[in-house]
T-cell receptor, first 114, second 109 residues
Framework: DSGVTQTPKHLITATGQRVTLRCSPR?????VYWYQQSLDQGLQFLIQ???????AKGNILERFSAQQFPDLHSELNLSSLELGDSALYFC?????????????FGPGTRLTVL | AQRVTQPEKLLSVFKGAPVELKCNYS??????LFWYVQYSRQRLQLLLR??SRESIKGFTADLNKGETSFHLKKPFAQEEDSAMYYC???????????FGRGTQLTVWP
């Protein structure tokens, strides 16, 4: 157990809907990262937050947004869902900004869009 | 620009055979290299980090700055080594780790 928690574990929803994924980082970690893992695309970096501020953006769609709250937990919001958004979504955390920090991953949220 | 290249998407070996998973990186500074392992689509776990120079589960990796490589090796593969392996590079000017696309290792009995 890395200490990073994610809820829910599974999520099944329909196209066009909106969902929120939640992540709690390890105690003391200031950076949170979101990744999408699909069978054909591998692990894709979406976005990074550091101490409440957006730090880096990757291949995140405009339909997706994220935030990090004062207690350092983070939420990833996915809207206007499409079938292709079905994937595993991982959150990771690290102590500092992340350039050389080990990232610790959560168990993931498996999203299925029907 | 892709910073980490894992040339093999799939790799299969028989139990007891040596295994090498390749990783090449691009970074002009002093790199930090990592290997992560993911069993059956569970969470990614840190396998080893070059700076710690540890051998985990029999795996080792040597940083070759000349060839910009950080290949993962194990002399005798076991069935329980079957998993997805990700190489990642970090650095003081990068701001985060960059992951490769991963290599799915299958060890046959």
């Amino acid at each position: 157990d890395s200490g990073v928690t994610q809820t829910p574990k599974h999520l099944i929803t329909a196209t066009g809907q909106r969902v929120t994924l939640r992540c709690s980082p390890r105690s003391g970690d200031l950076s949170v990262y979101w990744y999408q893992q699909s069978l054909d695309q591998g692990l894709q970096f979406l976005i990074q937050y550091y101490n409440g501020e957006e730090r880096a953006k990757g291949n995140i769609l405009e339909r997706f947004s994220a935030q990090q709250f004062p207690d350092l937990h983070s939420e990833l919001n996915l809207s206007s869902l499409e079938l292709g958004d079905s994937a595993l979504y991982f959150c990771a955390s690290s102590v500092e900004r992340g350039g050389t920090d080990t990232q610790y991953f959560g168990p993931g949220t498996r999203l299925t869009v029907l | 620009a892709q910073r980490v290249t894992q040339p093999e998407k799939l790799l299969s070996v028989f139990k007891g055979a040596p295994v090498e998973l390749k990783c090449n990186y691009s970074y002009s500074g002093s790199p930090e290299l990592f290997w992560y392992v993911q069993y059956s689509r569970q969470r990614l776990q840190l396998l080893l980090r070059h700076i710690s120079r540890e051998s985990i589960k029999g795996f080792t990796a040597d940083l070759n700055k000349g060839e910009t490589s950080f290949h993962l090796k194990k002399p005798f593969a076991q069935e329980e080594d079957s998993a997805m392996y990700y190489c990642a590079v970090g650095g003081s000017t990068l701001g985060r780790l960059y992951f490769g696309r991963g290599t799915q290792l299958t060890v046959w009995p």
